[in-house]
């Protein structure tokens, strides 16, 4: 089967540096992304990762360890704006097409 | 471009109704998902359209059912509603639904089940 944990809440206060962990299991990894959701929102697209390493755009940046099943999402600067939840999801070949979701990491910026 | 349309926004029905909600793609995209958020569960895979085909289905009951129409635009209905089928709709879409594709989602349909 598939499994994807994530921290359910974290705080942070804005002009830090936030890292969002992701652990996953699947049979036939196919790629991770990310996405932010604001509440009453879509999900918008941040990133993705299929091979090893950084990926960085602009404030943003994600890591990607195959071997250890393990990603990770950064933000720097943090705005308020940044207050939001963020989702990993991942694509496996068994499961074709679908995205499979944690549930989702909220995350508080403060003044 | 218009993002993905998805209607109505707010839903309240009573159980053992039946409900169906509309989500039109993004202009071009010929691959629309369907994914159930709920506080527990996150977001699910409901079922994935391609070409007014069902391409993929995630595990969910046979209530659950959708059709995609000539022009991608796609309907999911859900027959005898259950408390448990509160929860917030989502539809995504993308070009053509491959695997390094990003998806597109839409605001979403909150479906309330009294």
């Known amino acids: 089967g598939q499994n994807i944990d994530q921290p359910t809440e974290m705080t942070a206060t804005e002009g830090a540096i936030v890292q969002i962990n992701c652990t996953y299991q699947t049979s036939g990894f196919n790629g991770l992304f990310w996405y932010q959701q604001h509440a009453g929102e879509a999900p918008t697209f941040l990133s993705y990762n299929v091979l090893d390493g950084l990926e960085e755009k602009g404030r943003f940046s994600s890591f990607l360890s195959r071997s250890k099943g393990y990603s990770y999402l950064l933000l720097k600067e943090l705005q308020m704006k940044d207050s939001a939840s963020y989702l990993c999801a991942v694509r496996d070949r068994q499961a074709g097409t679908a995205l499979i979701f944690g549930k989702g990491t909220t995350l508080s910026v403060s003044s | 471009k218009a993002g993905v349309t998805q209607t109505p926004r707010y839903l309240i029905k009573t159980r053992g109704q039946q409900v169906t909600l509309s989500c039109s793609p993004i202009?071009?995209?010929?691959?629309v998902s369907w994914y159930q958020q709920t506080p527990g569960q996150g977001l699910q895979f409901l079922f994935e359209y391609f070409s007014e085909t069902q391409r993929n289905k995630g595990n969910f009951p046979g209530r659950f059912s959708g059709r995609q129409f000539s022009n991608s635009r796609s309907e999911m209905n859900v027959s005898t509603l259950e408390l448990g089928d509160s929860a917030l709709y989502l539809c995504?879409?993308?070009?053509?639904?491959?695997?390094?594709?990003?998806?597109?989602f839409g605001s979403g349909t909150q479906l309330s089940v009294l």
């Open positions: 202009s071009g995209h010929r691959s």
């Open positions: 995504a879409s993308s070009l053509r639904g491959i695997t390094n594709e990003k998806l597109f």
